[in-house]
């Protein structure tokens, strides 16, 4: 299978090509030539454990991989989770389940993609004999999941960008407290949209890009995308027949990957009723869905920091598909957006996609109203999808990340702390980080004395 790019203008890639570059060369995100239809696959599915069924998926899209060696890394990367279902499916009430996303060794839904992904890099790096250097923007979770994914692995050094003050305390000590030479943890003057503006502008330069063979870890990057379909799937196939065509996914999300994972998956004929997109007080997701209108506005912090986001870099996945996987007109959009910082569509899909928005004293609300109700503790960002739930379907709440994570968050809502064993251990490390400025010239000039 080959893997084109959302802008029509690179020739097409392997699969193992595509997540190494991880942004196209023309400023695109790469997707399948073509989606497969999974639907004749269902019955054999439906019983395998997580990592066998993850094998059976990305077994279709990476074809130039040798089928043992994706099992290995595949089965490598999940036996660092802590639960034995690795993504165990909880039911609250008849009509809403969780879909714990938080076992993984960072203890948030970007393990699922990110051990893996560090797993095929330290692969590719043997087999080529070649260095790697990783460079990633993260609002929170992603960049400690990219860093634990490569924590100690040799030929490779990580660079990830983070909004100096504005992700939780924890977040940060999980990306600047490792002790590992290979790992950076680059604490920028501005926000997360500012770092992924940065990362992008350094891809596309791509002399500099080539030159310390730069590939990139956030949610642009193929594998995280396909990684995370797996979990859809794991639990659509654990529903009853009954359930299972009335079942609406609700998710938080800011950058528009996470859902986008489960809308892909429909498209390959996962009969899903729905998608929910919760976001937090920086809503620009859930006015799209509202009115038409893409607009991006100013950044506020909040109590679920990983969704402080105005740009959702995957959302012209999304896009591609919407016009038609016409590569022209969606160049025509993203460089209106890039220019106004604002698009309304025409047509836009309001069937399969619902939304809501919390505030921050709507989160603290319903942490504890999910605490008294049904003697569940959820983190901030979990509590978002919480608000406004769909009766009359099934819904299925995806819990990305744990509750100890956000500590003030917890004690705010519910006067208690939740705690965790990893997270504790952290507190005692120092914190090293480097402190930039948010300027492609700053991030080049210490990712050139750093490089390996």
Known sequence: MKFISTRGQTEPHTFSQAVAVGLAPDGGLFLPESLPDITPRFAAWRNLSYAALCHEFLSLFATDVPPEVLEHLIRRSYATFTHPEIAPLKKLDDRTYVLELFHGPTLAFKDFALQLLGNFYGWQCEQTGRSINVLG?????????AIHGLLGKPHTAIFILYPDGRVSPLQERQMACTGAANVHALAIDGSFDDAQHALKNIFGEHEFAAKHRLSAVNSI????VLAQCVYYLYAWLKMSEEERYNVEFVVPTGNFGNVF???LLERMGVPVRGFKVATNQNDILHRLFQSGEYRIDTVQPSLAPSMDIQVASNFERFLYYAVDEDSAKLRTIM???KTNGRYRFEDFDRDTFSSSSATDAEISGIIRRVHEQYDYVVDPHTACAFKELNRDRVSIVLATAHPAKFPTALVEAMGTEPTHPAL???????????????T???????IDRHAV
């Open 221 to 224: 990057n193929l594998l995280r």
């Open 335 to 337: 460089g209106e957006l």
């Open 424 to 438: 504790d251990a952290l507190k005692l490390r120092p914190i090293i980080k480097q402190q930039l400025s948010a």
């Open 137 to 145: 923007a993260t609002s929170g979770d992603t960049g400690a999941a």
């Open 440 to 446: 492609e010239t700053a991030i080049k000039a210490y």
């Open 261 to 263: 994972a489960g809308w």
